[in-house]
């Protein structure tokens, strides 16, 4: 293996709040120092003058959709697409085709992440078994195969003593619920939010409610059985009030937010165009803004890709049939930083934070900081690169991403995945399968 | 004015203008209908027109067909049921196959909100929304105007009071967009349930109070609580609903003695309106019918550029 030095970047390390111009140090698929001028001789070395050198990113949801659904997208394309975004560490969606609720599903996935993958692509499996919400699934041994996190994909669990086992099973196994939040009663037949937008269409609309009920249920049952409670693309004010209230109760509850979330309105919807049809439905000025204030005072922990790839016949379709959701892996940074640093709403050091430290410890897991002895999962970002959204040339397999045509400011322009490098100047390198 | 429209997918993009024009037009066919005049002005020989509907309808159907028939094109339906759409072929591959015969113009009718417009996108033909969802019904709007335009002279300052299921109802929609820029005053009454807050964003103000409403109606428009389009509880009962918010003549007295009622139809006697109300003087529900046919064939006709 390659030794690797990352000369002069603007080092920033957002666990250890390090933000310095540094030279980095890489053997062994560790980094073996952090420090000025590093005077050790390398194999490798990348001038970083002008960049910043941060923790690799990590995701908490994105949907790979393979084993199943591999028209959409596969793990390698996946983890290319994740690579190209300045992720090294992807959770998967667990909603497959068969789902993952098994040690069998959860050995495959590690098995063709190992042949195929560049960065880390861990297994989450689902609450219930099939994902039917009625009996839960073997969480122990799903634990012991390498599920890093439950979840329950978009299916919710309308049984309230189901979700309830569930958690008091896992107290002995900890493994975080990493939950999408709505009542499927309230919910049903619903495109976008209620409220102008729907009325102006003459589509049904989703209530606010429908996600804040579930949540509230969700959030009481995980107090009541000690369980650690991730939730998953907060779209309301509403539902941000509900975290901050369970947080300040000393309750074990984080949450996350997706980028298209805070820079998209409900009433961008004009002319049904169905990129913007998104689970949770887009909000409205207020709830952006309390987005905003949430990620800027930590009611929001983390931001996620929650990469949803869609084939066009599934989703450049009429408006009533088109399925939910957008491709994030390329342009979750992207976008993020285009909005809120840029716009001065986060310190890069902040926006950082949602991307590495912050989700590493929502798994338990020691990634997600750029110290010496750590694993050597880096990315280095172009600050100042404007560039524009052509999705047809990403690495993802899918295109659906309301952004075609946006310019965005700021790009990963180098990813190093266990001392390896593994995407550079916006290129997937040749042969990099760093856990082959 | 010069008609530049390549379709007719709603009313809320439409100016104040454009809907004069079509009236005017309208205007114009109706008195060749009443004087039984209709054939000298078959123009459009060559032209073929497709109704293509996914949705029951009987009045909107034959009123396309014969407006279509009566300015000279050859009408062709389309069922649903009876063609491949039962085989799964979908939305976008029926009208680029019917393109591709050579259709010039298409009236739609669909239950998905947005489908004329997806359509009108896909196909250089030209297309005439019939109803999409509960997002628009272009058609019944300008016909339901015309005919209060009729009988007021006008359609400023006139009060129309729309009576019904306004969330599931696309003429509901097309008509608050539409008579709150021609310069009506719009009120809109109905069940809670049934009429959402954001409602009056379109136009028009909300009045829970079916008699309160009516005071000093100039128009009374009652439609039909549109229990196949939305989920069933909304309502407790029609019993309920016809006691609350049914028109009756008793509540006819409420409105100015000239009051007009008109119903998009069809109609559930006894539940939204009263057989009295129905058949009686203010009545217009039958002549609307007659306005119907005009106003398509006046929208036919400046799609097709009969001005040119």
């Avoid at chain 1, 990348?46 to 596969?74: K, Q, W, Y």
């Avoid at chain 1, 539902?239 to 947080?247: G, H, Q, S, V, Y």
Wanted: with cysteine.
């Amino acid at each position: 293996m390659k030794s690797i030095i990352i000369k002069n970047g603007e080092v920033i390390d957002p666990e250890s709040g390090v933000h310095d111009i540094l030279d980095v140090f890489i053997q062994g698929g560790k980094i073996s120092k952090v420090g000025k001028s590093i005077e050790s001789r390398a194999d490798v070395v990348l001038e970083a003058e002008g960049m910043m050198v941060s923790p690799g990113f990590i995701d908490l949801r994105a949907h790979l959709c393979d084993p199943g659904f591999t028209r959409r997208e596969d793990i390698g394309s996946g983890s290319r697409s994740g690579a190209a975004g300045g992720f090294t560490t992807v959770v998967v969606r667990p909603d497959t085709n068969p789902v993952v609720d098994n040690s069998a599903l959860v050995y495959y996935i590690m098995a063709k992440a190992k042949e195929t993958a560049c960065i880390r692509v861990l297994p989450s499996a689902t609450v219930t078994q099939g994902m039917k919400g009625d009996m839960i699934s073997p969480l122990g041994s799903l634990k012991s195969a390498g599920v890093v996190l439950l979840s329950n994909g978009i299916q919710p669990i309308t049984d309230a003593e189901v979700m309830r086992r569930a958690m008091a099973f896992n107290r002995t196994f900890q493994l975080p619920f990493s939950l999408h939040c709505e009542e499927p009663s309230l919910s049903r037949g619903g495109l976008v939010k209620e409220g102008k937008t729907a009325v102006r269409l003459g589509v049904k609309g989703i209530p606010e409610t429908a996600e804040t009920v579930m949540m509230s249920r969700d959030i009481l049952l995980a107090e009541a059985n000690e369980t650690k409670l991730h939730i998953n693309h907060i779209g309301s004010k509403s539902a941000i009030d509900l975290i901050r209230a369970a947080k300040a109760r000393g309750g074990n509850v984080t949450c996350n937010v997706t980028p298209y979330h805070f820079y998209l309105l409900d009433r961008d919807i004009q002319d049904f165009d169905p990129n913007l049809k998104f689970l949770p439905p887009l909000g409205s000025e207020t709830d952006v803004k309390a987005i905003k204030e949430g990620l800027k005072d930590g009611a929001i922990d983390a931001i996620i890709s929650d990469h949803s790839p869609w084939t066009p016949e599934e989703k450049d379709i009429e408006f009533d049939q088109a399925s939910f959701g957008a491709i994030g892996l390329e342009v979750a940074f992207a976008l993020s930083y285009s909005e809120l640093v840029v716009n001065e709403i986060l310190s890069i050091d902040e926006l950082l934070r949602k991307f590495t430290v912050n989700p590493a410890k929502i798994l338990g897991l020691d990634l997600g900081r750029l110290q010496e002895g750590a694993e050597a999962d880096i990315v280095l970002i172009d600050p100042k690169v404007e560039w524009v959204v052509e999705p047809d040339k990403f690495e993802s397999r899918a295109s659906n991403t309301p952004l075609r045509g946006k310019t965005l400011k700021g790009r990963p322009s180098a990813t190093i995945v266990k001392g390896q490098i593994v995407m550079r100047e916006g290129k997937i390198q040749e042969g990099a399968l760093p856990f082959k | 004015m010069k008609w530049e429209r390549k379709d007719l997918i709603g009313l809320e993009d439409v100016s104040p203008e454009e809907i004069w024009h079509i009236l005017e037009v309208a205007k114009g066919f109706k008195k060749k209908l009443v004087e039984k005049d209709v054939k000298k002005i078959a123009t459009f020989e060559n032209k073929n027109f497709v109704t293509l509907f996914y949705q029951a309808s009987t009045r909107t159907r034959f009123s396309f067909e014969i407006a279509a028939k009566n300015l000279g094109l050859n009408v062709m339906n389309f069922s649903s049921a009876t063609t491949s759409v039962s085989k799964g072929e979908s939305l976008y591959d029926t009208v680029k196959t019917l393109e591709a015969m050579g259709v010039d113009i298409f009236a739609i009718r669909h239950g998905m909100s947005g489908s004329a417009r997806y359509i009108a996108e896909h196909t250089p033909a030209h297309v005439l929304n019939a109803g999409d969802g509960v997002h628009e019904h272009p058609t019944q709007s300008l016909l339901d105007m015309f005919t209060i335009w009729e009988s007021k002279g006008k359609l400023d300052g006139v009060k129309v009071v729309l009576v019904g299921d306004h969330d599931h109802n696309r003429s509901s929609r097309s008509n608050t967009w539409a008579l709150s820029k021609m310069g009506a005053e719009v009120v809109l009454c109905g069940p809670r349930t049934l009429v959402s807050d954001e409602y009056t964003d379109l136009g028009g103000r909300f009045v829970g109070d079916v008699e309160e409403a009516l005071k000093e109606a100039d128009v009374i428009y009652t439609f039909r609580i549109q229990q196949e389009r939305q989920e069933p509880g909304l309502v407790p009962s029609l019993g309920e609903y016809s006691r609350f918010y049914g028109i009756n003549e008793e509540r006819l007295r409420f409105a100015k003695p000239d009051v007009v009622v008109l119903h998009p139809a069809p109609m559930i006697r006894g539940s939204e309106i009263t057989s009295a109300v129905a058949d009686g003087s203010h009545s217009l529900v039958f002549e609307m019918v007659t306005n119907g046919v005009a106003v398509r064939m006046a929208l036919i006709y400046l799609l097709l550029g009969g001005e040119s």
